[in-house]
């Protein structure tokens, strides 16, 4: 199992769970050009999410920073969603962001298929149902939303 964290630094780290609980580390290193708010895992895929307008890829297995790309404003939350019969490689990402936009992007090749305006305000956080059919969003116009992802 990995383990990933971004910081209000900057930096990310990557760290592998063991069989007896111990932490080993994979990576660590300045990422983002201002604070990290999101991460997320799938499987050896890791992306995160800050204030630069940017999400950042990550390959767990060779412990590396492998692409990004910018996103239309401050990311506040990222999650994949995985087909349970691939569930170790992610299907889809989606990332919302601070004018209350949720994005969905190909994880394949990080390509934009859609982006909806979802809140009045700031997303705070989202969740995809593990059928990829919806997600929920929390944000900071002190609503929540169920979001039609078909």
């Avoid at 997600?135 to 169920?146: E, N, R, Y």
Wanted: hydrophobic share 40%.
């Amino acid at each position: 199992m990995s383990l990933v964290a971004g910081s209000y630094e900057r930096f990310i780290w990557g760290y592998k769970l063991n069989r007896s609980l111990t932490l080993t580390s994979l990576f660590s290193f300045p990422s983002h050009l201002s604070t990290i708010k999101t991460v997320a895992v799938a499987g050896t895929v890791a992306v995160s999410g800050g204030n630069d307008d940017c999400v950042k890829i990550y390959d767990l297995a060779s412990s590396s920073e492998v692409g990004s790309f910018h996103h239309s404003a401050s990311v506040t939350s990222v999650a994949f969603y995985s087909p349970p019969s691939l569930s170790s490689l992610p299907r889809n990402l989606l990332a919302a962001d601070a004018n209350g936009s949720v994005s969905i992007y190909d994880a394949d090749h990080f390509v934009l298929l859609k982006s909806v305006k979802i809140h009045k305000k700031s997303i705070n956080s989202m969740s995809v149902h593990p059928s990829g059919k919806i997600a929920l969003t929390v944000g900071h116009d002190q609503c929540m939303a169920l979001v039609n992802l078909m």
